[in-house]
């Protein structure tokens, strides 16, 4: 049972336009979620994060929406740069609980074009 | 932001050997250190979260006896492969908990992919 899904396997953006990256979760204990960045044969490098209490978060080019009604995240990348391009993960967390261990989407490979 | 350095990043052995892979935390101590694993084209996978001086906590459907866990120090965890077999070919990964991180809190390694011929 796949609590966390990206549905979107690529997503090719031009650059200087907007990435939009989404990930919905089913697990409504969820209440602290992150987007990590990920290169070929490389770890997960951290984003950005957001807790359940807010449904925005901002960092530069980097922003983050939360709708928990619809338990729902998206990334938003603007504008867009081909450094950007890499495998997108959403992960979510029961951060609040006794482990923070996370669940992972399967991940969005972004390629910007210059 | 913290440093997590995990070796060796690539290995190839026989079927039939065991595989040990380090995590280690350079720059903080980590009671807690999670080791995750990632077939092509999947999400990373949890395995186990080790605790340091006490028995790892496995997922459910990893075995615990062929996933050997060690978390004898504050600022290392290892994680043995026994018996692998070409099943087991996978990019594994290890991410440590830094508590006193001001932001994100967790720090992975640069993963291990494991080819098992």
């Known amino acids: 049972d796949q609590q966390v899904k990206q549905n979107s396997p690529s997503l090719s953006v031009q650059e200087g336009r907007i990435s939009i990256l989404n990930c919905d979760y089913t697990?409504?204990?969820?209440?602290?979620f992150l987007w990590y960045k990920k290169y070929p044969a490389e770890g997960p490098t951290f984003l950005i994060s957001i807790s359940s209490i807010k449904d925005k978060n901002e960092d530069g080019r980097f922003t983050v929406f939360l709708n928990k009604s619809a338990k729902h995240l998206s990334l938003h990348i603007v504008p867009s740069q081909p450094g950007d391009s890499a495998v997108y993960f959403c992960?979510?967390?029961?951060?609040?609980?006794?482990?923070?261990?996370?669940?992972f989407g399967t991940g969005t490979l972004l390629a910007v074009q210059p | 932001g913290a440093v997590v350095s995990q070796h060796p990043s690539w290995v190839i052995c026989k079927s039939g050997t065991s595989v040990k892979i380090e995590c280690r935390s350079l720059?903080?101590?980590?009671?807690?250190m999670f080791w995750y694993r990632q077939f092509p084209k999947q999400s990373l996978m949890l395995m186990a979260t080790s605790n340091e001086g006490s028995k790892a906590t496995y997922e459910q459907g990893v075995e615990k006896d062929k996933f050997l866990i060690n978390h004898a120090s504050l600022t290392l965890s290892t994680l043995t492969v026994t018996s692998a077999h070409p099943e087991d070919s996978s990019f594994y990964i290890c991410?440590?908990?830094?508590?006193?991180?001001?932001?994100?809190?967790?720090?992975f390694g640069s993963g291990t992919q494991l080819s098992v011929l």
């Open positions: 697990n409504s204990m969820f209440d602290y």
């Open positions: 992960a979510a967390s029961d951060y609040g609980g006794a482990t923070n261990k996370l669940i």
């Open positions: 991410s440590a908990r830094d508590l006193a991180a001001t932001n994100e809190k967790l720090f």
């Open positions: 720059d903080f101590q980590a009671t807690t």
